[in-house]
């Protein structure tokens, strides 16, 4: 009987060695990620302030302004999923805000290669017509 507690006493002490050594492993793989910088503004990318302020001109109304965007909509990953436009109103008064997806729009370089022109497939009325866009507080927060 004395044999068999050391035997039991090794088979149990290995997986709790093997257990401490890969949590030590994990913590040390999680901590040496160091951030990375940028020096100038990569190509193929543009700033946010690129987008937000801008009017949106509509590709069925002659490219007449219809919008501005007020807005982002960001996922997790860092991708646009939709732009959020003011329409409507006079002078900011009455305004309601849509978010159209950011597939439907087009940009497209001024040609001063310095602004974007962006456009959307829909007219003002559509716009108008469209159900408002209502921001959600971060649900992260809430649990």
């Not at 793989?29 to 987008?51: K, Q, R």
């Not at 590709?59 to 409507?88: C, K, M, P, R």
Request: no cysteine; glycine share 8%; proline share 2%.
């Amino acid at each position: 009987m004395k044999m068999i507690k050391p035997a039991i006493l090794g088979t149990l002490m290995v997986p709790a060695v093997m257990f401490a050594v890969g949590t030590v492993n994990a913590e040390e793989n999680t901590t040496t990620m160091e951030a990375t910088y940028l020096t100038e503004t990569p190509a193929g990318t543009f700033h946010s302030d690129a987008l937000t302020g801008n009017q949106v001109k509509s590709s069925v109304e002659d490219d007449e302004d219809i919008g501005t965007i007020t807005d982002l909509v960001i996922d997790e990953d860092g991708q646009i999923n939709a732009v959020v436009v003011g329409v409507g109103g006079f002078l900011g008064m009455g305004e309601k805000n849509v978010a159209i997806e950011w597939d439907s729009l087009e940009l497209t370089k001024e040609e001063d290669g310095e602004d974007y022109v962006i456009t959307v497939n829909a007219s003002e009325d559509a716009l108008e017509a469209a159900e408002e866009y209502h921001r959600s507080e971060d649900k992260s927060e809430d649990e």
